[in-house]
């Protein structure tokens, strides 16, 4: 028998009636349970194993200085799937991950101690060692003499285990294996191997076949870990370490650990950890002397260690420790599922479908079943997985389409459980004021998106916003915002929400800045204002603190402000600072906060604006000229919220300056094209300039001695870019007629140029606006007098079209009209007496 068919041959003989189990003999410890992380099957063998063997101590793979916390998993409110979290004391950005979900072996390991009483223990490299190293140390190097060799053994060579404040890499070195089976680095993979050797092409329905869908109880509870360690003992003696230094320093630590277990306890020790590491702890392992050489001179930090709430999508990613689980919820089904798992499943998948609106009955659900276990039968597998459910689904209950399949997946499949932590937990104080607050404003985290919709009228929602911003600015993005649902008003703010496990160290990053989210934030404004360099980066700071109410932050912030607004005599950056003070004051007005000493430095930076940027439009290229144009669209704006219409009579009259500025830009020739058909643009919607003016200027702009390039560039910036641009072309024939009449004497040379900059204008219109445009092109200008152009009684243009109002047409609405909206026709006649009523 080859050591890949050992595994499968580690159950109940074929045909065994439900519930047959093998009589054995428990076999002399310490038993060395190994496990492929996160897997259900490898979970329940865990929990069968430990019931017969009944060990003193369980040993588990982790970082030691989480055994204080291990008691915290017996509290009634822990729920998986949860996290150690390891961090560096004086750097909380350097951290690490061990998620265990409800379905990982060594989360069942330690339930079980902790519900018999048994002491548990982790014995993997102290997070201590693993979080010291950093990319780039130097390899260290030793001759160690041992038992299985009298050469010299290398030692450590790490990767950097903080990238981005948490590991994503190999989180092999935090405790657990990166791949599965704890053989991440192997050239082959062990699974691979494995499945090839019993003849599948795919590692993963390999393992799901002999492991994950072996019954609970059936069978002898140690003949699986008997025949993995047989065959990993194979693997290991054949690739050796697999390039993998680091796990030489990880068993040299566990096995010492190993040791001073059975010398309190005895033999009757139960270790559970990664199967690749079990040959290196049985056997005839090194010597106690080489191990302590091995772990010599390591660099070490001080490290805090808690428990975090984690989430089945992080779980999914293929990343760190939860690489290769991409169906945690499936699994996690196959765990909990006492018996049926396809039906149990099949019925999760319909009630999903029925939420959603989806027309699923009882027999889809019988018919899926049977479909998923024929697939099974004709490929050969013992149960029906993951691949023939979800092809039973999708032909069955979706008809075929993946799109209310890719429902399933990420509600199902994969899932949105975020695990809880108790109470008792520690935390960093920023972190208790935190859940303080989300508990009080009833803003609980949750692993799936969520919109938000605020009023800032309301004092629970006005708090919402405070704090969502606060943790913004504190660089703990929990929530972005989004438009409003219903409104544009400025009392509305909309938000959207998700919580990530990754969030838990941002807030113990922020720590640094204070003990509560208010005293962190304006700690972080202040720092945060005295190290700005550009103008446009305070005006948006303090458009922070005015949005998260930080009265202590924004003196400073003002006072940085002014100081940086009075040296800086860049019109651009003066125009990127000033949109954010607007927004800034009118959020103010909401919110109900002071703006005074605000609304004067945004005053004097409009004025000097209004004085600098006629020159500064002058003599741009393209480029210069596009980005100038946005800064005007953005000043305009500004100008608008800082002094409404009706505000003239303001002695800065800000609005009455910046018109005039308008129309400077638009009568200088020397002036971009693009800017000075916005200005133009700008002054007719605001009703600074009329229809004949516009009409004039747009001639000159189009006339034959202006080059295509400019004329093209004048006719996106009057009607590019805005919302209802396309709608004035439609209203106004006298600008139509224009731009076609331009449009049509370009050369084919020069019309080849502009072409590009004309589909860029003309593409951001609405279709029904661009449709609607190509009609009107296509039936030619309107004759002069508003006549008719055709012959009477015929029509001109094309069908649908005529020069004037066809008044019987129109008349002929008039009775739908009126019914629609509920009103008499005051020209209805009776049908009987032809007398008008009404």
């Known amino acids: 028998m080859t050591t890949a068919a050992a595994v499968a041959a580690a159950t109940v003989p074929e045909g065994s009636p439900p519930g047959t189990t093998v009589n054995t003999t428990v076999p002399q410890g310490p038993w060395l349970l190994g496990v492929r992380h996160h897997g259900p099957g490898s979970a329940r063998a865990v929990r069968d194993a430990l019931d017969a063997a009944r060990p003193r101590v369980v040993l588990v793979e982790g970082p030691p200085e989480g055994d204080a916390l291990l008691p915290l998993a017996a509290d009634p409110q822990m729920t998986p799937p949860v996290a150690l979290l390891a961090h560096v004391v004086d750097d909380p950005g350097r951290a690490s991950f061990w998620p265990l979900a409800e379905f990982s072996p060594e989360w069942v390991a330690i339930r079980w101690a902790l519900a018999h009483d048994v002491p548990v223990r982790f014995i993997d490299l102290p997070a201590a060692h693993s979080l010291a190293v950093r990319e780039g140390d130097e390899e260290r190097e030793g001759e160690v003499a041992t038992e299985q060799e009298g050469s010299a053994a290398e030692d450590l060579a790490t990767e950097d285990m903080a990238t981005e404040g948490m590991a994503t890499e190999d989180m092999a070195a935090e405790g657990m294996a990166a791949e599965d089976t704890g053989a991440a680095a192997l050239a082959v993979d062990p699974l691979a191997v494995l499945a090839e050797a019993a003849g599948y092409d795919d590692p993963e329905r390999w393992w799901e076949d002999v492991v994950e869908h072996r019954g609970a109880g059936g069978g002898d509870p140690f003949a699986p870990f008997e025949a993995l360690a047989e065959v990993m003992g194979a693997l290991r003696q054949e690739y050796g370490d697999g390039g993998h230094r680091r796990d030489l320093v990880r068993e040299a630590y566990m096995r010492i650990q190993l040791r001073a277990a059975r010398k309190e306890f005895g033999e009757s020790v139960a270790v559970v950890c990664g199967a690749w590491h079990v040959p290196a702890l049985g056997g005839k392992p090194p010597t106690l002397t080489a191990d302590r050489a091995l772990l010599k001179g390591l660099p070490k930090v001080k490290a805090e260690l808690t428990w975090v709430p984690w989430t089945h999508r992080r779980l999914a990613r293929r990343s760190g420790y939860g690489a290769g689980i991409d169906s945690p919820g499936w699994y996690g ?109 009833r803003l609980k985290p949750e692993a799936a998106e969520r919109e938000l919709d605020l009023d800032l009228r309301k004092d629970t929602d006005a708090a919402r916003s405070r704090l969502l911003h606060r943790l913004h600015l504190l660089g703990i993005g929990w929530g972005e915002t989004a438009d409003s649902r219903g409104s544009t008003g400025t009392f509305r703010e909309g938000w959207r929400l998700r919580w990530e496990p990754e969030l838990s160290v941002r807030v113990a990053e922020a720590g640094v800045w204070g003990t509560t989210v208010l005293a962190a934030a304006t700690a972080k404004a202040e720092s945060q204002a005295g190290s700005a360099t550009a103008l446009a980066d305070i005006t948006a700071l303090a458009e922070q603190c005015l949005l998260a109410e930080l009265p202590g932050a924004l003196p400073v912030v003002m006072r940085a402000l002014a100081d940086r607004a009075a040296l800086d005599s860049d019109v651009g950056h003066l ?21 005074a000493a605000l609304a004067e430095v945004a005053a004097g930076l409009a004025e000097r604006i209004c004085v600098g940027l006629p020159p500064a439009c002058t003599g741009l290229d393209a480029d210069g000229a596009a980005e ?56 007719l919607d605001d009703g600074r300039l009329d229809e004949d003016d516009a009409a004039r200027l747009m001639g000159l702009a189009l006339s034959p001695g202006t080059p295509p390039a400019d004329a093209a560039a004048w006719i996106e910036g ?17 600008l139509l007629g224009l731009v076609d009449t331009w449009l049509t004497g370009v050369s084919p040379d020069a019309f080849t140029d502009v072409l590009p900059l004309l589909r860029r204008t003309f593409a951001a219109y609405e279709p029904g606006v661009r449709r609607t445009l190509g009609e009107l092109v296509r039936r030619g200008p309107a004759p002069p007098g508003g006549g008719p152009a ?49």
């Open 575 to 595: 125009a990127q600072a000033l949109p954010a003070l607007a927004r800034t004051l009118r959020y103010g007005d909401v919110r109900g906060t002071g703006t």
């Open 718 to 734: 009057f009607v590019g870019g805005a919302s209802g641009s396309g709608m004035l072309l439609i209203h106004d024939d006298r």
């Open 790 to 838: 055709a012959g009477a009684g015929e029509e001109a243009g094309p069908p649908g079209f005529g020069p004037v109002l066809d008044q019987a047409r129109a008349d002929a609405v008039l009775p739908v009209l009126h019914l629609l909206l509920g009103i008499e026709d005051p020209h209805h006649q009776d049908d009987q007496t032809g007398a008008t009523t009404g």
């Open 333 to 441: 089904h196959l765990f909990g599922a006492a018996d049926r798992p396809v039906v149990r499943w099949m019925t999760k998948v319909a009630g999903l479908l029925r939420e959603e609106d989806r027309l699923v009955s009882s027999a889809h659900v019988i018919e899926a079943v049977r479909l998923a276990e024929t697939l099974a039968v004709m490929r050969g597998r013992p149960l029906a997985g993951l691949t023939e459910t979800t092809d039973a689904i999708r032909a069955v209950m979706c008809d075929g389409s993946d799109v209310p399949l890719s429902l399933v997946h990420d509600r199902l499949i994969v899932g949105d459980v975020l695990g809880e932590v108790p109470d008792s937990a520690p935390a960093v104080p920023l972190q208790r004021d935190l859940t303080r607050q989300q508990r009080t404003l």
């Open 628 to 683: 100038m144009r946005g800064h005007v669209d953005a000043v305009h704006t500004a100008i608008g919220l800082l002094e409404p219409a009706g505000g003239e009579g303001n002695p800065r009259d800000l609005r009455g300056r910046w018109a005039k500025v308008l129309r400077r830009l638009a009568d200088r020739d020397t002036v971009g094209g693009v800017v000075r058909g916005r200005a133009v643009r700008l002054l």
